[in-house]
């Protein structure tokens, strides 16, 4: 079974030209973006919390009327053609939209109606999709005792009752456990499989990495890198050297290492620094004769190919890990 | 038209799995019939000439059922909605935002034939006499229903404007000078002046008149005919500012 997804005529699934929207107050959320998303691919919107995602999906969704710039989604203008925008698109929003006093069933029933899927075509498509998303047992229950993963696998189904050619997942896995997390992994991959072009935001690094084919960087309402995940680690052109510092001293140490052959940067972290040089494996030994020159107890010593953080790093000058969001038990999700 | 039909059934089914929103609207009115009754009978014996041989609760039947059907449930309804985040699953549907409101009122018109209906049912069992029959009984509840809808106007236009459940809630405020200064306990001339004055400004009065003409008098067609007016236009006015706001939500 797939999600029947249909593929967006045309090469471009999403284009957006210096979209931008602000706020009563001045507050500008999102700051003349350009976005190209083409047809069939998973794109990555990779973000701090209030970075712009949200604002930037509500637009494309045309729950929010852009304050200048344009934007189209499935060919249509999210503005001019809004009701051609809604029949093509699939929404699941950060805030899970479910009506707690109906059941999983009745939800998604109603779900197809809405989109014109009535009658028998809608009951079957509506356990379908129930049984897509695991819940075919909990269908008759009120969507109130689901736990957080339940929610969000039935806010996903009700955003593919009409096989939409573009889905937007505005932090699908925000607040839910791990194994919930890979289960809509897997989801959103079938969704592309059945041809859909799916927008996902995330504050997730992990996810950009793994489930997107390109991703834009996001950070105060501006897009400050865009591309596939291993390009954009690609063009950083170094090697991360990781040294654990186990309580030495950082200024002796940061000293210490100060003048290292092809050493572009060093960043202090907690008990920590990375230094950006060009080739990690053949600075080790270096590192190491500079540290024992100076009688410097140090932790452990790692190299690793540039993360994506690095990128969000090198675009932004802060990290984006650390700021995730705690993950929250299934439960504790509304 | 099968949207509305689609979400005024959601809305439907809202209120039966939620007596407990739906029970206190009741017991207001049921409560104020049983204790005005017990309070002024003795007063207003059947011989008085406002009753025309009928005992009060006659006349307090339709005040009775204006409580009844006078809700912010809808309003209520919908700042959760919005609240929840489901608001937007609806408006990013390909559907007429109209809908939404449609679908809502359909739910007070339901609710209100039901209300209406039992308290129309606990005033017979309390000695009222429909002078106008049995159509003049469904009337009453078609009437009183329908000014329910036309109520529930207020209540969504707070929602979406507000989009804050308090605010919603406390809209209920509106339903104290609309339902009371009218003439709910004695007719217009044993009102004082300015009881009088305001009462006859409020349009609620002749709805109240008009469902009290069909109890007390049979078919007065002026005094309907006021009565359906002022529904029909307190509908058109609340349900029109209530599709106005919603065609420009977030626009």
């Known amino acids: 079974m797939t999600f029947e997804t249909r593929p967006t005529n045309g090469s471009a699934a999403i284009e957006a030209h210096a979209l931008r929207r602000t706020f009563k107050g001045g507050i500008e959320a999102v700051r003349d ?84 899927i009535t009658g028998r075509r809608g009951r079957k498509r509506a356990e379908e999709l129930l049984e897509l998303v695991g819940l075919t047992e909990a269908a008759d229950r009120r969507t109130k005792t689901y736990s957080g993963g339940m929610k969000r696998r039935l806010d996903l189904a009700s955003a593919l009752v009409h096989s939409p050619e573009v889905l937007f997942l505005d932090e699908p896995t925000t607040g839910l456990d791990p194994a919930s997390r890979l289960t809509i992994w897997d989801e959103v991959r079938r969704i592309q499989a059945g041809g859909a072009t799916v ?64 050493l572009e940067r060093v960043v202090v972290e907690p008990d920590a620094l990375a230094l950006y040089v060009e080739d990690g494996a ?34 932004t000058g802060r990290r984006l890990e650390g700021q995730e969001q705690q993950l929250e038990e299934p439960e504790a999700a509304r | ?67 009844a059907v006078a809700t912010a449930t809808s309003g209520l309804a919908l700042v959760t909605e919005i609240d929840l985040g489901y608001f937007d699953k609806l408006l990013v549907a390909p559907i007429r935002r109209s809908s939404l409101i449609f679908g809502r009122l359909t739910a007070d018109l339901v609710r209100g034939i039901a209300a209406s209906t039992m308290v129309l049912v606990v005033g017979i069992a309390l000695g009222a006499h429909v002078q106008s029959g049995v159509a003049g009984a469904l009337l009453i509840v078609l009437l009183a229903a329908l000014f329910g809808v036309a109520y529930a106007g207020f209540g969504i236009l707070v929602a979406l404007r507000t989009r804050n459940v308090q605010a919603t809630q406390s809209s209920f405020i509106l339903f104290f000078p609309l339902l009371f200064l009218t003439p709910n306990f004695v007719p217009f001339d044993r009102l004082s002046s300015l009881m009088e004055t305001l009462a006859r400004i409020n349009p609620v009065s002749y709805v109240i008149v008009g469902l009290r003409s069909l109890v007390i008098d049979g078919w007065n067609a002026g005094k309907i005919g006021v009565a359906i007016l002022v529904i029909a236009l307190m509908g058109l006015v609340l349900t029109g500012l209530s599709l106005r706001v919603i065609a420009t939500y977030d626009r």
């Not at chain 1, 540290?291 to 690095?310: C, F, K, M, T, W």
């Not at chain 2, 509305?4 to 029970?23: D, F, M, Q, S, W």
Request: hydrophobic share 45%.
């Open chain 1, 33 to 116: 973006i350009d976005l190209t998303v083409s047809a069939g691919e998973v794109f990555g919107f990779l973000g701090p919390n209030g970075a712009g995602k949200t604002t930037t999906v509500r637009m494309l969704c045309t729950l929010l009327p852009p304050t200048a710039g344009s934007a189209t989604v499935a060919g249509f203008d999210v503005v001019a053609h809004a009701a051609e925008v809604r029949r093509r698109i699939g929404v699941a929003l950060q805030e899970i939209g479910l009506d707690p006093v109906q059941t999983g069933r009745e939800l998604l029933e109603l779900q197809c109606g809405l989109y014109g």
């Open chain 1, 199 to 262: 927008f996902l935001t995330t504050q997730y690094l992990e996810e950009a990495d793994k489930l997107c084919d390109r991703l834009a960087i996001i950070d105060e309402g501006r897009i400050v890198a865009q591309g596939t995940p291993e390009r954009l680690k690609a063009e950083m052109g170094h090697d991360v050297v990781s040294v654990s510092l186990n309580g030495a001293d950082v200024a002796a140490t940061e000293a210490a290492l100060g003048g290292l052959p092809g």
């Open chain 1, 282 to 315: 053949s600075s080790i030994a270096e590192i190491v004769r500079r540290l024992d020159r100076d009688r410097i107890q140090v932790g452990a010593i790692a190299v690793a190919r540039p993360s994506l953080d690095d990128v969000f790093l090198q675009a």
């Open chain 2, 1 to 67: 038209m099968t949207e509305v039909l689609l979400l005024g059934r959601r809305a439907v089914r809202e209120v039966v799995r939620y007596p407990e929103a739906t029970i206190p609207t009741l017991f207001i009115p049921l409560f104020f019939l049983v204790v005005n009754i017990g309070q002024v009978s003795k007063t207003f014996p059947s011989s008085t000439s406002f009753l025309k041989g009928q005992g009060y609760v006659a006349f307090q039947l339709p005040v009775s059922l204006m409580f």
